[in-house]
């Protein structure tokens, strides 16, 4: 009898449950206006706070445009970052902006109809397509009002340490450098220069954090980058990144069998459609959105890289705060991240994503999660 009676107890709490739910009313999701998305964009030129020397060259500015769309009167923020390597220029980035022809779309949310228009305007330009790609999801979290990252479902404590970048430099630099670095929980190292070795042992002087290797295409000949490759994994070195030209695949699948380091593609590597074809070649990938043409498409290279059991590094350019955030987003689901783009410059305008405790930290902004400065 009085099990019968609790077992009525709990059938009635559940009916009455089941009322409560079934009388909760939810808004309908308001219907947009049929807006139009305005495109608007100016370039701007970045100052690094150091020179950057890389493998093949130096510089102390890199170009950027940034770009706005305007739907309903929300703004969402881009930027089309263009080092010289990748043959994108300001020009040719606000020439291929001057083409798109947001008007003709009434939903910002259609972003597979959008960004299909956007990417067959021109083969290239995968800077230029980036920055529109970047606008149109900063405004689609800003009308939902939620960051990105909460839309696509990702945990934010997942987010990875991120490195800081030292370029090829005299030791004496590299030491100044890598002291001014302290608060990182893991450095990025430039080789390729000649001084590989100085420079690895000068950062081992002052550090134990654990490195990346970014070598940039500098290594041509296979046996010397196997040689290296041995001689920096018992250096506390966790991979090595672009260590020959691109184009020698043959050698470097062969290096990547006999490494004893996971290597990285980095300048060989683009878009989607290249990720299943490097399987082989590399052990992973290192995703950029001004090479990906934003984070529609790495989102999805992401996935694919998993599903072939690639290891997933997410890296940037010099860019302000508004590309680095956008990427750091993603950055839940990946291995890596090389996300110090925004803090080599003096100039930012946005104010974003932060690096607490040498961790990427995302905040509760919706959209990319940036603010104006
Ligand atoms: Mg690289």
Redesign the pocket.
Same mark, same amino acid.
């Given at each position: 009898m009085k099990t019968n009676r609790r077992n009525f107890v709990k059938t009635a709490g559940i009916a009455s449950l089941s009322v409560a739910l079934s009388n909760k009313t939810f808004a309908k999701v308001p219907t947009l206006k049929s807006g139009k998305m305005k495109l608007t964009f100016k370039p701007y030129k970045l100052q690094l706070k150091h020179t950057f020397t890389v493998a093949g060259f130096s510089r102390n500015t890199t170009p950027v445009v940034l770009t706005e769309i305007e739907f309903e009167g929300i703004i969402g923020y881009g930027e089309a970052s263009m080092p010289p390597y990748l043959g994108e220029s300001q020009k040719s980035v606000i020439s291929f902006l001057e083409k798109v022809d947001l008007a003709q779309f009434r939903d910002p949310f259609r972003l597979d109809e959008i960004m299909e228009y956007i990417d067959s305007i021109d083969t290239e330009n995968r800077a230029a397509k980036a920055s529109v790609d970047i606008a149109l999801h900063d405004l689609i979290g800003k009308i939902a009002n939620q960051p990105l990252y909460k839309l696509w479902g990702l945990t934010p404590e997942n987010t990875p340490m991120t490195s800081f970048t030292i370029g090829i430099d005299t030791a004496e630099v590299v030491k100044l450098k890598t002291k001014e670095a302290s608060r990182f929980k893991v450095l990025k190292v430039k080789l390729g220069g000649g001084n590989d070795k100085e420079m690895i042992n000068t950062i081992r002087s002052i550090t134990d954090v654990p490195l990346y290797v #970014?070598v &940039?295409q500098g290594w041509k000949d296979k046996n010397h980058a196997l040689e290296m490759i041995h001689w920096l994994s018992e250096r506390g070195i966790e991979f090595v *990144?672009?260590p020959l030209p691109k184009n020698q695949v043959d050698d470097m699948a062969w290096l990547t069998e006999n490494s004893p380091l996971p290597t990285i593609a #980095? *300048?060989a590597f683009q878009r989607l459609s290249d990720v299943a074809k490097f399987k082989d070649v590399y052990s992973g990938i &290192?995703i950029k959105l001004m090479k990906s043409t934003g984070l529609r498409e790495a989102h999805k290279m992401i996935t694919v890289a998993r599903a072939l059991d690639m290891k997933v590094m997410i890296?940037c350019m010099t860019e302000t705060s508004c590309a680095v955030s956008a990427a750091s987003q993603l950055s839940p689901l990946v291995d890596w991240a090389d996300l110090d783009g925004s803090l080599l410059i003096s100039n930012d305008v946005f104010k974003g994503m932060e690096v607490i405790k040498g961790k990427v930290t995302l905040n509760n902004l919706p959209g990319i999660g940036i603010e104006k400065i």
């Open positions: #970014d &940039n *990144e672009q #980095d *300048e &290192n890296g």
